[in-house]
């Protein structure tokens, strides 16, 4: 199948700390796929679609800080968890620029 996304996605888990916006307690979790514009995560409660969080997410070296808007929230088959699509929505310039280098070397390598 052809790929149809504008920005390419990676297959890539790397930890993530999230705050589901207006709350003040942070959870911990993984992605499941990473781009340029968003990125897929797991979590252990429903998101509702529209709401918004703040992630910081590890790239080893780095900390990369966002704010994303939840696009869809899914019940996983076999498990109690569930995957949510997040649209990346706030970051600075140099965060973006990180993030697309960062994705420019997976897929290169």
Not at 33 to 50: H, P, Q, R, Y
Request: glycine share 4%; charged share 30%; proline share 3%.
């Amino acid at each position: 199948m052809d790929e149809r996304r504008k920005y390419p996605r990676i297959d890539v888990s790397f930890p993530v700390e999230c705050q589901a916006l207006p709350s003040q307690g942070y959870f911990y979790t993984v992605s499941k796929d990473l781009s340029e514009v968003g990125a897929k995560i797991l979590t252990n409660t429903f998101i509702a679609k529209n709401n918004m969080v703040k992630l910081h997410l590890n790239l080893i070296n780095k900390i990369l800080d966002f704010k994303a808007k939840v696009v869809w929230c899914n019940k996983e088959r076999v498990s109690e968890r569930y995957t949510a699509g997040l649209e990346f929505t706030e970051t600075d310039t140099a965060g973006k620029k990180e993030l697309s280098n960062f994705i420019s070397k997976i897929n290169n390598s």
